[in-house]
């Protein structure tokens, strides 16, 4: 059975960096994209990165290119999200997503057909 949860948010000050991270090992295939999403307050659910566990090929959304970086590391078999100049805009809870197949997934939260609980990630001023 798929599990995934996700680890590492948490409070931070503006400026600072987190490292979220969301294990790979329960998800049978090694064909699949892993997503990061966030919902902030009143706001509804948007794409943040994506990755692809086979190639590592990994792109992001506007708001975050240059800031954040995802990443594939094989030998803890995790996917991580290196978060950067944190800004209070960032503050959400952020969620890992998976979704099986040779393909690179898109930006559509549809296309993960599996979801992590979710971690808060609070920037302070």
């Known amino acids: 059975q798929v599990q995934l949860v996700e680890s590492g948010g948490g409070l931070v000050q503006v400026g600072g960096s987190l490292t979220l991270s969301c294990p790979a090992s329960?998800?049978?295939?090694?064909?699949?994209?892993m997503g990061w999403f966030r919902r902030a307050p009143g706001k509804e659910r948007e794409f943040v990165a994506g990755?692809?566990?086979?190639?590592?090929?990994?792109y992001y959304a506007d708001s975050v290119k240059g800031r954040f970086t995802a990443s594939a590391d094989y030998a803890k078999n995790t996917v991580d999200l290196q978060m950067n100049s944190l800004n209070p805009e960032d503050t959400a809870v952020y969620y890992c997503?998976?979704?099986?197949?040779?393909?690179?997934?898109?930006?559509?939260?549809?296309?993960?057909?599996?979801w992590g609980p979710g971690t808060q990630v609070t920037v302070t001023s």
């Open positions: 329960t998800l049978s295939s090694s064909k699949f994209t």
């Open positions: 990755i692809s566990w086979t190639s590592g090929s990994a």
């Open positions: 997503a998976a979704s099986p197949g040779p393909g690179l997934a898109g930006r559509n939260p549809h296309d993960y057909g599996y």
